[in-house]
């Protein structure tokens, strides 16, 4: 263990200047990583906000019971027992006409002359039933809605948003998308270190044969081509992060409108320094399998 | 030190690059192995630190055959056995002492140490003051003087050197002849394969004639002081 303490040190400076020794061909390849892992995190972003909006707005998707104009005080409140006991019903609000007519003028704005000449209150009481979130989908929703489906004193039932219904699967294709496209990269990124670190031992096989004839075992040979590969990657991703957040700042300006019909009004959020992390490990990880796949083919040679 | 019992090596097929050799080499000995081109002086060498294996025989070094020995094993071995190439094998992307230094950061010495015998070494071969310098900004006999510290850096119990002097000038060989005579004075055994008749005269030691492959002479060592 200490020994291995001691190599660290020479490891990491053969690395680093493996990496120095071959600029152009290490600078391409950290440069193509940082696309890559540029889009992935890209994507990752607009999942994110996606995700994000939704969680807020799925608040909204609620289901409006109206009831029957007159009905008796214990008659509400049985069904108001009744409505609580549904499976998937996390929450049950009761409005009154009154409630409701507040909040349709306070709404309806100068809409509000649709109802001025009416001398009493047309709107009926209600109970807004707020689902469980694992249930907020259309098929849920319509089971929810099916079994109170014809229960005495109940004149209405409304419920559902379709864009939220659009919106979910929206964010389900972007999602694919995103895993299918982001196997193409990751794949990519891979042969690229591969490649890279290819090249490298190719150039290198004379300093190889030389410490293989003093002593080095083939670990101490292939750590520093290791640590090569995980460099780029790791370099690849910081860079990738850079481009991201550049992109984020400076290019949301000027596609916030677009951005808006897509993410909402909410303001956009940059990924958490824990996906950060994530990105920059994915860049280190996929750097070292790469340099990994490049020794294995390459080294007995 | 080193024993060989009946080995045989063959690059091709039909012939032999050594045929039935044997010998025994003790701690601290100094050999010199001579012959024609050809002989096998190179062959043998490699065998003994398994950049070759042989195709028959035995080959005992450090109680171990080596001769059947794992691939995995070869790197331990070669920690133990210093090689000064006949071309040097320096690297010339690391500077003379970071060439020195390899020798004992394969075997996982702590920096502080390597940094010390590798300097002290350097000074033994009177190149202290060029070790921030590159091999090929050396003359061949500073970069022959690197290959050896190389070699002797990590105390080896055996140094094996294929033509070390072949192509020094006259003062030099004779500083790098007492380099590896020091060597196994101080415990190494040190096998040397030259073509220089002139130096086994010179030194007196023992001499071990390869002809096509085969042990003609044995020479044991003897007095030259007089
Ligand atoms: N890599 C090889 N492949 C095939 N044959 C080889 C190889 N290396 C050496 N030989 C043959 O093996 C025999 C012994 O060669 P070796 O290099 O051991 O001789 P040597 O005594 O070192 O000669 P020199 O004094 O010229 O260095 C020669 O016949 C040579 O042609
Ligand atoms: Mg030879």
Redesign the pocket.
Known sequence: MIRLGYRLQYFVQTAWRGLRSSLLTSGVSVLTIAVALGLMGGFGLLVLNMQGLLDRFGEDLQVSVYLEADLSKERTQELDATLKSVEGVRHVEYISPEQALQHFLSVAGTHAGLIEGLDHNPLPASFVLTLAPEKRTKQDMAIVVESLQGLPGIEDLVYGADWIEGYTRAIGFVRWLAAGLGGVLVFATVMIVANTIRLAVYARRDEIEILSLVGASRIFVSVPFLLEGMLQGLLGGLLALAMLYAAFRLALPEIAHGLQLLVGLAAPSFLSSGDMLLLVACGAGLGCFGSLLALIGGYRH | MIRMYGVSMS??AS?Y??RDVSLDVGKGEFVFLT????????????LLFAA?RSTEGQIIIRGRNIARMRGAAIPELRRHVGVVF?DFKLLNRRTVEENVSVALQVRGEAPRIVRAKAFQMLKQVGLQNRRHDYPLSLSGGEQQRVAIARALVNDPEILLS??PTGNLDPDLTLEIMDLLVQASTRGTTVLV?T?EHGLLSRYGKRVIH?EH?RIARDVPAHDVST
């Open positions: 690059y091709l012939t690059a050594l012959g024609s081109s050809g002989a096998g002086k190179t062959t043998l060498l490699k070759e006949q294929d033509e394969a073509h390869l492959g």
